[in-house]
């Protein structure tokens, strides 16, 4: 069962995500900021993040870049959630190592397909 | 109020232009290139050039009173017209020689030589030619203004040649010619109207350049004051657009986090229902859901539009295979057609297999005339066509939705792409739809340097026509030809 972290600052968004992907049959850890969203990372290894970018203080980029620097949870594919669709947030996200972006309100249907792409690496190179 | 009595202004201004216009086009022609850009030396040198072309009209009146009333004339009224005459020459060389303050202290000099020369022989101290010296200090205010070094040296000139008369006189007070009573009360009557009329013709001539300089001034100001305003006026615009603008984009961008838990929660209550066949609640939370998406779609199309209006909606190009967008937005589709017995058929045969484009402006445009040729066909035909269309340089990619529907009234067609515009016999209860869609749908287009067309016959169909540049964003500026208008209209 793949293990996914959500960090999300608004709670009812964070829950209601958490439940859908349940039902899809994932198992899900939350965390409500930047800070806690690393040392999550850390202690759960989850197969992927998806990260919401407004988290306050610390933002979901600077989170991804400390996720991305550290050799342990480096390999995390970390897929950015925002409620802006500009391009340059999409090209942000992108150059500080995520490996997907999507918009909220999730199009769960949308988004599943791209953790389903992001895990499939993963499992290639577990099984490898 | 300003506007009328600025144009009243302007008719007086007029009325009084034509002789003071010919005058000043007569004189102006004298005044050197190099003078050109010093207003007040201008109006200087046209004081000059004035009394030196038509001073010696009246001038050489006295030359001439003389030679009539003198029984002997000699050869001191010739000199006396020579060099009054010579005040002609002076507006030829300031012409072709320039060098303004030397001809005026030579032009004074020559002024009081002739004053003092004709008082000399004509009756000393009390020649009635004597009025003349009242001219010269007035003259000298004209050519050099009240602010001028030249001051100093004009009153110099002035005193060294009274000096040098006095002299003269003091030794030989006989020197003069002895003229018959008669004949100097006929020369102070002729000398004093002359200079009556000298002095009065510089004094109106003056008046009307200093006229003219306060009306223009006038009106420069004027003028400037409006366009300061103006420019006021329309930064204020600007920054109450702006503002507008930050607003609406704030307020959509907060209205989408709770709506994200409205949707997210009646997705998952309708999952759960249909799972547990809780048929009783199942069609009120797909109305929840429905309705959401409705406002979430509406709230992306306000978000959008007013992005698009700030200027910050950017583009996002990538390499795409356009016919697989279109099929897959297609899809979306294709069930909602067949509701309406509605066939969706995609020509794609003349395709390109990629091209350059912000693909999620792309989707949501083919998206949006497909929504529409749905909403708006019944037991027909919607086609799709994707196809790349090179006209000289430029190859262009051609995305077309062509449908069998009740089309457009050509009355209706001109508002198509204003927001907020939708079909007057097409009720937004019938057909729903906000009427921003085709606005964001123009407006995307022109952002990626392209165009929409379209074309409808009421009854027959409609087909819109997308039209983007290979690589979009670029080559805004030429539009082909015959599409230089986002409208096209078919023969109804």
């Known amino acids: 069962m793949p293990k996914i972290l959500i960090v999300e600052d608004n709670e009812m968004n964070r829950d209601v995500l958490a439940r859908r992907l349940q039902r899809h049959g994932f198992s899900i850890y939350c965390a409500e900021d930047g800070p806690s969203g690393i040392s999550a990372a850390e202690r ?39 409620a802006h669709a500009l391009a340059s947030d999409r090209q942000r996200s992108i150059e500080v190592g995520c490996a997907g972006f999507e918009t909220k309100p999730v199009d769960l249907p949308r988004l599943l397909s791209k953790i389903e792409a992001c895990l499939a690496p993963t499992n290639y190179r577990a099984i490898a | 109020m300003r506007c009328a009595s600025a144009e009243a202004g302007v008719a007086m201004f007029i009325r009084f232009q034509p002789t ?14 190099e003078m050109n850009g010093d207003r007040e030396k201008q109006k200087q040198a046209k004081m000059f050039l004035f009394s030196h072309i038509f001073g010696p009209f009246i001038g050489n009146v006295i030359p001439a009173a003389i030679y009539v009333l003198d029984p002997h004339p000699t050869y001191d009224v010739a000199i006396l017209a020579l060099s009054i005459t010579a005040f002609w020459v002076f507006p030829f060389v300031l012409r072709w020689w320039g060098h303004y303050e030397a001809l005026v202290i030579l032009s004074v000099q020559n002024l009081i030589f002739c004053i003092l020369w004709s008082c000399y022989f004509y009756g000393g101290v009390t020649s009635p030619t004597l009025s003349w010296v009242l001219t010269i200090p007035l003259l000298a205010f004209f050519y050099i203004g009240p602010h001028s070094r ?118 998952l209550m309708l999952e759960e229902a249909v799972e547990e066949g809780d048929t009783h609640s199942v069609p009120d939370l797909e109305n929840i859901y429905g ?48 509701r309406k017995r509605t066939e969706i058929v995609f020509d794609l045969s003349r395709a390109p297999k990629e091209c350059l484009c912000d693909i999620q402006k792309v989707e949501e445009t083919v998206g949006q005339l497909l929504d529409n040729a749905v909403k ?3 037991n027909g035909k919607i086609t799709v066509s994707v196809e790349q269309k090179i006209t000289g340089s430029r190859a262009d990619l051609v995305i077309a939705v062509r449908d069998t529907g009740i089309g457009i009234a050509r009355d209706v067609i001109p508002s ?67 599409a230089t208008q986002a409208l096209q209209f078919a023969a109804a």
């Open chain 1, 44 to 82: 759960e290894r989850p197969d992927l993040i998806l990260m919401d970018i407004a988290l306050g203080e610390m933002d979901g980029w600077e989170a991804t870049q400390r996720i991305k620097a550290s050799p342990a949870t480096a390999d995390i594919p970390i897929i950015a959630l925002t």
């Open chain 2, 20 to 33: 003071i216009e010919w005058v000043n086009h007569f004189v102006g022609w004298f005044i050197p290139a």
């Open chain 2, 150 to 267: 030249l001051r100093m040296v004009l009153l110099g000139l002035f005193l060294f040649n009274f000096v040098a008369f006095t002299a003269v006189y003091v030794v030989d007070p006989t020197g003069g010619k002895h003229l018959p009573l008669a004949s100097l009360q006929g020369l102070g009557l002729v000398s004093t109207t002359c200079t009556g009329i000298y002095v009065m013709m510089m004094a109106i001539y003056y008046a009307k350049i200093l006229a003219s300089g306060a009306e223009l001034e006038a009106e420069a100001r004027q003028h400037l004051a409006t366009s300061v305003a103006l420019r006021q006026a329309a930064l204020e615009a600007e920054r109450a657009g702006a503002a507008k603008t930050e607003f609406l984009a704030k307020t959509s961008h907060e209205l989408r986090t709770p709506l994200s838990a409205i949707l997210g929660y009646s997705k």
């Open chain 2, 291 to 338: 309705a959401g998406q409705d406002l979430l779609k509406l709230i992306n199309e306000i978000l959008d539009l007013a992005k698009l209006e700030a200027g910050r909606m950017e583009l996002f190009i990538e390499t795409c295979d356009p016919g697989a967008i279109v099929g897959d937005v297609a899809q979306d589709y294709i069930e909602a057609a067949r």
């Open chain 2, 376 to 378: 708006f066909t019944e």
């Open chain 2, 416 to 482: 198509l792409f204003e927001h907020f515009t939708v079909s007057q016999d097409s009720s937004s209860s019938k057909y729903g739809g906000t009427g921003l869609g085709l606005a964001l749908c123009q407006r995307y287009c022109r952002l990626m340097g392209g165009h929409i067309l379209v074309e409808s016959t009421v009854g027959e169909g409609t087909c819109f026509t997308v039209q983007l540049p290979w690589k979009p964003g670029e080559n805004t500026a030429e539009p082909l030809p015959g």
